[in-house]
């Protein structure tokens, strides 16, 4: 088969290494005989698998002891209603800010529980930029926000200011840039972008934070039982967390975050110079929000999009279209894309425009 740049949103590409070596691990795990989806859960060279994950999320993260985390499954939208139900106390108040699908998702979820306050929301333009004007209520308890906008390509190039706990969905930049965990209550992520493959959600939460909202939570959503199970109150995705664990270790094999950050900038910055010089092609996201993984953009002429689309996937290029519910172009620029891929995709695009002159 001919080389294939992959472009998807999610589940995306991974590093072939982490692919690789977790093919030996269904196998034969860490030479037990037995392959990785076979063993006991409760077994040495599972538990060790476990700490050395969370050991190494520690080392790229920079995280202390005051925070724990977690391998939960149910993906980034059961944490939507996990940390409402946990940090949202009887008749409480939470501040939203609305960037997008899925923070409109957390919302509906979090109204379940209480007041939410949206306290700036982008809607009036398609979501094509992040607010910057906004007040955080007194009485809030904890402002959630999502670092970047999957469908939208707009992302926060730095945290909100909030005198309230900071609650975070960063599933589609975890790991792609350093950042001071210091600043959040709880950052959660579904695993499919940079972290690994779908089944696995990782939750990373300041522990102090826990225990307040007056609740009585059912075991499955409650953080406090996970944590103080290390994960495994039951059978945890042990295949999602495996090869997740493979994708953070080549990550911290390739110089950590702060190495990716520089490569992905780099990335992110050839593709929007080449829609920014090419006449045929506009990018969707106000520049200075941009995201640095999900580059969406779309044709000044729509009906060369699908010729386009052709053009691309004839030379190689897969999982460009942009997502159902907007349409145009999303070109996924996650860790594991080489520069490559982005090279082979800006080729297509000048050779595309000069054929279409
Ligand atoms: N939040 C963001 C930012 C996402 O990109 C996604 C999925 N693409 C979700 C939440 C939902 O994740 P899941 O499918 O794991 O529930």
Known sequence: MSKVHNFSAGPCILPTEAIEESINGLRDFKGSGIPVVSISHRSPQW???MHDAE?????L???NDEYGIMFLQGGASMQFTMLAYNLLPVDGRAAYINTGTWSKNAIKEAKIFGNIDVIASSEDKNFSYIPKQY?????????HYTTNNTIEGTQFQTEPVSHATLVADMSSDIFSRPIDVNKYGLIYAGAQKNMGPAGCTLVIVKKDILGKSGRTIPSMLDYQLML???????????FGIYLSYLTLKWLKENGGVEAIYVKNEEKAQLL???????????GTAAVEDRSRMNVTFVMENTELEDPFL????ENGISGIPGHRSVGGFRASVYNALPRESVEALVHCMKE???KNA
């Open 272 to 282: 929007y110079s080449e829609i920014d010089s090419n006449p045929l092609f506009k």
């Open 135 to 143: 007040e955080v209520p007194a009485d809030a308890s904890y402002l």
């Open 47 to 49: 538990e060790e698998t």
């Open 352 to 354: 595309f425009a000069t």
């Open 61 to 63: 993260f920079h995280i």
């Open 55 to 59: 050991i190494l999320i520690k080392e």
């Open 228 to 238: 103080s199970k290390e994960s495994m109150f039951n059978t945890p995705p042990v």
């Open 310 to 313: 052709k053009y691309a996937e």
